[in-house]
């Protein structure tokens, strides 16, 4: 009578193991090569449209962080490279700053006692210092563009003051801002028809 042999493996727990394991393997080895072919494709481009740094809503928005800027030099009596800073920091989360927004607020700071005394000769009745914090400083900024930024037209200039000071200012800013930037304007083009009728003649003989 012949003995039939049993084989049974030497170690059942450790085949189980080891047939885990292998299969543990072959599951991580078929993961990743599903994931290989998306870390070789380029992520999409960026389809969303820039904006020019000339276009309206992007100068609406430079001349409310100039706003915010001459508000706090007004109230902190930092330097203007100092507020500049400070605002990119607390304000901008450290992102790069609109070049115009840098012009215009050092340009201020430059030849504030021009900007300032433009204000005083068309304000009858009110002291600079008297004035609305953002009045006085909207002023200061339509101001300066009038005088300095030939770039800019001043209808634009004149029309963004008054739009903003309807937004952050009182019921009366829009008007009190229109009354004074048009006195200025209005002396500005009369010494620019007077200076071109004199340069059109000619020296007197």
């Known amino acids: 009578m012949s003995s039939r042999r049993i084989i049974r493996p030497e170690n059942p727990e450790a085949s189980l193991e080891s047939d885990r394991k292998v299969r543990k393997r072959r599951k991580e080895s078929g993961a990743r090569a599903d994931a290989a072919p998306s870390s070789t494709v380029p992520p999409e481009p960026d389809e969303t449209p820039q904006i020019e ?38 304000h901008l989360g450290g992102r790069p700053m609109d070049p115009f927004v840098r012009e215009v607020v050092c340009g201020i700071s430059e030849n504030g006692t021009v900007v300032d005394q433009t204000i005083r000769e068309h304000s009858e009745n009110w002291r600079l210092n008297r004035m609305p914090i953002v009045d006085r400083n909207l002023l200061r900024l339509a101001v300066f563009e009038l005088l300095f930024r030939e770039d800019i037209p001043p209808k634009v200039s004149i029309n ?30 009369r010494e620019a028809t007077y200076k071109s009728g004199t340069e059109s003649e000619g020296p007197s003989k």
Not at 168 to 189: C, H, T
């Open 53 to 90: 740094d000339g276009a309206s809503v992007n100068r609406r928005q430079a001349r409310e962080q100039i706003l915010q800027v001459l508000y706090m030099l007004d109230v902190s009596g930092l330097q203007a490279v100092e507020a500049l800073r400070l605002f990119i920091t607390c």
């Open 160 to 189: 963004e003051a008054i739009e903003l000071g309807k937004k952050y200012g009182s019921e009366d800013s829009g008007a009190f801002i229109n009354g004074i930037l048009d006195g200025v304007y209005r002396k500005l083009k």
